[in-house]
């Protein structure tokens, strides 16, 4: 087996145009993947500069001790056919570390032909930190460091209209570049006094000639295959320590920034014309909605429906006789209904994710999606039920059983097969449920559950003042103490 390095593997050469912030699985098995893709399939010639995200370097020292080259094994149903797939990406130049090797880090900006700046630094990672300051070395903030570079880059080429960046975030955040846009401005105005004169050509240069898009990223990525790397070294030939997992579904959803057009922006990242699943838009938020309505909200019901008629894995649940058809009713039936994209754009998405669902690489565990399962269903399904009751004039009945089963599964206790009941939330939460459950009335559960609008609901309100929601939620309780969870949903979906 070879040692993997550029001496023993071919790594192609381009000019460094991407600074991305962060080394981690994921944009790995993303961004660098799309980038290496765009690479072979079009004239986007670029490779990309690592800037360590955490002072650990483990990662980093591992990617160099390769020359910067490994795997990509994607893993899944993609359009019915089965894809266990290795591609070798070499898009990565060089990394550095802004901790250790800070004038480096800064002479990124120095670089002529750098034009795109990508991150993922973590949900917490774009954040306004007022202890920052322009001289630190480097600041301790994601967006601070980037002001530090852009400030670099505006002295370097004296304000040039063509030396401004292209930043595309891919922090799993609504709005992810207007909130990046807004800490760079907030630092800009922070370290006024030391820009000095600088200080409005700067911001102006920043606002007029920088383009900071919002993107919606969607792909799952397991990581490094820990049991597996073996099976997959000898596959490969290549003593490869850095294999990077990933489904192989993707999406980039990439908002142009205000500043510039949808054309000027499929001109600089071509990543369409590669054929890739790249949809440079006019706005993120409908794919967002898309995303968290028919990814995430069937997931919040599946989850309590599955576990309590038995089935532990989301793969057996899309499979399972009852259930299937029970998460086809949530999925194609109703929340589909309450969105407002193209129909057929819908139903593709839709089956695309069931095939998600049905990845047969993956033993995705029901009750790992179940930590936190009412603000989850706060924000994934309480929308669709209550647009679904509002056009159709009747209440989803597979949301509100979804609903019942969450309340049945925070009762805890044991399945039918002796398996534990084991509700994870806020205390606060699980106190209620208790409290509500030693009742032993239903109707007082279900009316007590949905009355907790400072706890669970928010500026949903309390939600026994939706027609008809109380009495059919009680209904479903009910029944499922009755006759079971499995036959409660067998009569849902074949009613």
């Known amino acids: 087996m070879k040692a993997l390095n550029k001496l023993t593997a071919p790594k192609a050469a381009a000019p460094e145009r991407i600074i991305q912030f962060g080394e981690g699985n994921f944009l790995r098995a993303f961004v660098d993947w799309i980038i290496k893709n765009m690479n072979d399939k079009t004239d986007f010639n670029s490779s990309v500069v690592v800037v360590q995200g955490t002072p650990d370097a483990f990662v980093m020292q591992l990617l160099e001790g390769q020359d910067c080259l490994y795997h990509v094994n994607l893993q899944g149903r993609l359009d019915g056919e089965i894809i266990n797939s290795y591609t070798r990406v070499d898009v990565i130049s060089r990394g550095i570390s802004p901790f250790t090797q800070t004038d480096a880090f800064l002479a990124l900006a120095d670089q002529p032909e750098m034009r795109f700046v990508i991150s993922n630094t973590t949900e917490a990672g774009i954040c306004f930190d007022p202890a920052c300051k322009l001289a630190d070395r480097p600041a301790s903030s994601y967006p601070g460091k980037l002001t530090q570079l852009l400030y670099r880059r505006f002295k370097t080429f004296n304000g040039a ?137 069937p997931h919040t019901v599946l989850s309590p429906v599955a576990f309590l008629s038995g089935v532990n894995i989301v793969r057996d649940a899309c499979n399972h006789p009852v259930i299937g058809k029970y998460i086809h009713k949530v999925q194609f039936e109703e929340l589909m209904e309450t969105l407002n994209l193209p129909m057929d754009e819908l139903r593709k998405f839709a089956s695309d994710v069931l095939e998600r669902f049905n990845n047969p690489y993956v033993d995705h565990q029901v009750t790992s999606i179940m930590l936190n399962s009412f603000p989850k269903y706060q924000t994934r399904d309480l929308p669709g039920l209550k647009t679904y009751l509002e056009r159709k004039g009747e209440l989803p009945k597979g949301l509100v059983l979804g609903l019942a089963a969450l309340i049945t599964y925070y009762k805890g206790g044991k399945r039918e097969d002796g398996t534990e009941i084991v509700p994870n939330d806020d205390a606060r939460i699980m106190d209620l449920l208790k409290e509500l459950w030693a009742t032993g009335d239903t109707r007082k559960v279900a009316e007590g559950v949905l009355a907790a609008k400072d706890l669970i609901w928010g500026t949903h309100g309390d939600l026994n003042e939706i027609p008809g929601l109380t009495d059919l939620v009680t209904f479903y309780l009910d029944e499922i103490q009755k006759k079971g969870m499995l036959e409660t949903v067998k009569e849902v979906v074949e009613a």
């Not at 820009?195 to 919606?216: H, Q």
């Not at 499929?266 to 028919?294: C, D, M, N, W």
Request: aromatic residues 12%; hydrophobic residues 40%.
């Open 161 to 297: 209209a063509d030396k401004g960046f292209i930043i595309m975030p891919c922090e799993l955040i609504f709005e992810n570049g207007h909130h990046l846009k807004e800490c760079i401005i907030n630092y800009i105005d922070l370290w006024k006094e030391e820009l000095g004169e600088d200080y409005a050509s700067f911001k102006e240069w920043f606002l007029t000639y920088n383009y900071v898009c919002s993107t919606l990223v969607d792909r799952i990525v397991p990581g490094f295959p820990r049991k597996e790397i073996a099976q997959i070294q000898e596959k490969l030939n290549y003593k490869d320590n850095i294999v990077v997992q990933g489904e192989a579904f993707h999406l980039w959803v990439i908002e142009h920034a205000s500043n510039m057009t949808l054309e000027q922006l499929k001109a600089e990242f071509p990543a369409e014309k590669a054929g890739l699943q790249v949809l440079i838009t006019e706005s993120e938020a409908p794919y967002h909605e898309r995303k968290v309505t028919l990814l995430n909200g």
